[in-house]
């Protein structure tokens, strides 16, 4: 049943104890929910600081109360659990389909200065983002494309990040679905840099660097993994990391909120399909950083395209890739797999 | 008995079973350095790719050869100890002061296309460098300039970079204490940076960025943790890591093969000053990334500076610093720890 349209998308909004925002984000036909938050919360002291490094003019965020979040909570204690009985977490409800709230420990400083989100996929603890049904995946679409058009309504926001760190090798400290969105106030160094050289291919060519480095995978062919009519997903070129793959839209959108009804439904099938040949790399589910890039607020939103990237550190059963000297100190990759091997293993895994 | 002039060390040079080029640097003094390796190597087939990521105009290395390079061997398999009785390691000699040899898992591609040394800076395996003597300190830094200057010499290579992982942490594989070079055939993604923007700073301003930032951190002073006549060690004010320091020459020299006499005798004191600070933070020593930054050979030499920076993704006892989505997939980092906090430590610890 996917063709949601964002206009039945079931969206309530509350606050929690501490005056958090809470969204939620039903199907048509879900119960009504209702919070009631009676956790004894104290207003959070999120003290984070915009620093420049001006060595590379770059905002690096100092958080630094964020040392004590939540580590590594067994099951039975998981906040992102509905509440149950006389045990309440951060989603003081009985059950959710996709549910949205200010995370208590924000690495970005607040208001005026970006925002920090925990997106829950699933009210199931033990489900990934592989496991979840093509409906699902599209009603989180549909909620990350919400949150990108409500925080960059937000003052000082300039670049809006929906992302999911999966697996304790990466650091993540809960095991329950979930993600997480970043408005960020300044436009982070990646897409910064990714901007310029777009803008110099622009000058140079007169074309569009996205379109072109798309379609040129497209043409060659011996990257891409999967593809339907309306998402290419492929491993980059000069992938980085051991298992990298991008998933672009075959019609360049700047960001979340452009892709139209089509484009919505078909990502989920696409995504969900290169999510489970992921797990089915090795004998344990990869860890991986999903990220989707969308292009800033008030700049490059016709030079830049929407796409996903998703990777792992994971280059062998037991072995992790490590960002050592050359990757930490001088931002040079040394990739340890073949790019067309990593495609091959993909297509046919 | 530091001031070693650079034409005083011994330096003697051969080749490994293979052809491999090996290098040994000792003091005055010390016993001559003959090679008899008769191990039954085959010539290595390294076959890295250079490849250019087009959205970042980067180069990304792919050296898939390198899956399987020795990992964490036990301490009497150690292939960088000295050889003893029928035990043939990469030294073939009883004993050795500082060796550099080309790395048989080398990162890049090889001749015309970079090169990668692997540099011990004792035959001690159980030493680490902060254990070191301001006398073998500067033996190393001799060794490391000896390697600037010869690397450079050689077809296509762009950048010298020195650097050591250490820590298994961080992926290291070799716990005998060591570290690498790498003469890259092009200029680094962080360099390139760098110089675009002391580029930018030169046009607006009409100053060297690296002289006023430097001048800047001494005059504050809060982050300041050591210094002497020739050097300063501080963290820097957008320290990206939990635990950073930067140690800048106070006079600018674009690379290591620019230290006069007096810098490179006062160098080794405060490093390994610093670097028993860092271990003595906690109760572990700590796992650190130190990595040289040299101006790139053909352009940028009057904008850049020499500097260090040794960092660390330790952030607590049993906790590390993870690059998840924010900044693995957007660049944009989230500091635990305040800097002026980590610098306190550094400078009481």
Redesign the interface.
Known sequence: MTGLRLSDVRRSTDRLADGREIIFFDRPGAPKRVVDDRRPLTASTASSQL??????????????H??DRT?LPPADECPLCPSSGGRRTELPVPDYQVAVFENRFS?LPGPGHGRCEVICFSSDHAVSFANLDDDRAELVLSAWIDRSIELAALPGVEQV?C???RGEE???TLSHPHG?I?A?P?V????T??LE??Q?YREQTGGI??DD?VAAERRDGSRVIAENAHWTAFV?????WPVEVHLYPKQRVPDLPGLDAQQRAAFGPLYLDVLQRFDRLYATPLPY???W?QAPLQIGRELLGLHL?V?SIR??PG????????E????????????E?TAERLRLG
């Open positions: 620093r420049r490094d001006p060595m590379l003019d770059e905002y690096v965020v100092i958080a630094s964020r040392q580590y690495a990040f992302f999911e760190n990466i650091g993540v997480q970043y960020y300044f982070t160094p990646r897409t840099r990714m050289v777009a110099r660097l996205v480095v980059p070129e000069a992938a980085r950083i999903s990220a890039h990237e990777f280059r062998a072995k992790l890739k490590y960002l050592a000297g050359s930490s100190g001088m931002g040079a990759f040394i990739g340890d797999v073949q790019p091997r």
